[in-house]
């Protein structure tokens, strides 16, 4: 039994999670809570870095970050199924699946400035930058959004992610200026039951 180490907030746990359901892999997979703030001792042993999500294999190896651990599960499963084996498509989905991790990162580095920095201590400019990453990356998207494949890749499940944490931390204030990537995330919604019953509480 593999076991992921998790918090059911994190968008890249959330990628993990829709993967292994995806690939039919959610049964060996066990969830074990990870505290990134104050990690104990046998979560930085697992992974120096104290991050999530982190999957431990049977023999104890461990694998990390989210876009590491989706490509074992796709080779656990013969490969080919979330990330495409012909180069153009394999490549196509690791640029979205990139684009989409980094409006997570500038999301996230958002969401600590205001939870971990005393409110004068703020900086409106570095909220600004991160602000304008997102714009940039949605307004990219909005122009072309890709089309769900029969089974979704690693970009697509990525977008998803990304546009539901945008939801769950920003408020949703990406919805007004996206209607294209707004019926594109009911299209996936309705295709992956597994968003839905991976959406934080």
């Known amino acids: 039994m593999m076991i992921l180490r998790h918090s059911p907030a994190s968008p890249f746990v959330r990628k993990v999670k829709v993967a292994a359901d995806l690939l039919g892999l959610t049964a060996q997979i066990e969830l074990r809570d990870a505290d990134t703030v104050s990690p104990e001792l046998g979560f930085l042993g697992q992974n120096a870095l104290g991050k999530i999500p982190t999957l431990v294999l049977d023999d104890g190896t461990t694998l990390f970050d989210s876009p590491v ?74 122009a072309a959004p890709p089309v769900i494949a029969d089974m979704p890749d690693v970009g697509q499940i990525t977008l998803a992610c990304a546009l539901g944490y945008l939801d769950l931390r920003l408020e949703g204030s990406w919805r007004k200026d996206h209607p294209k990537l707004v019926a594109w995330l009911d299209q996936f919604a309705a295709r992956v039951p597994a968003f839905a019953r991976t959406k934080p509480a």
């Open 69 to 142: 651990i989706l490509e074992y599960l796709d080779h656990l499963v013969g490969g080919g199924r979330i990330l495409p084996a012909e180069p153009k498509a394999r490549f196509a989905a690791l640029r979205l699946q990139a684009l989409c991790d980094g409006i997570l990162d500038a999301a996230l580095l958002i969401v600590y400035e205001g939870r971990f920095r005393q409110p004068e201590m703020k900086v409106q400019a570095w909220i600004d930058r991160q602000l304008g990453k997102i714009d940039r990356a949605l307004a990219l998207l909005e």
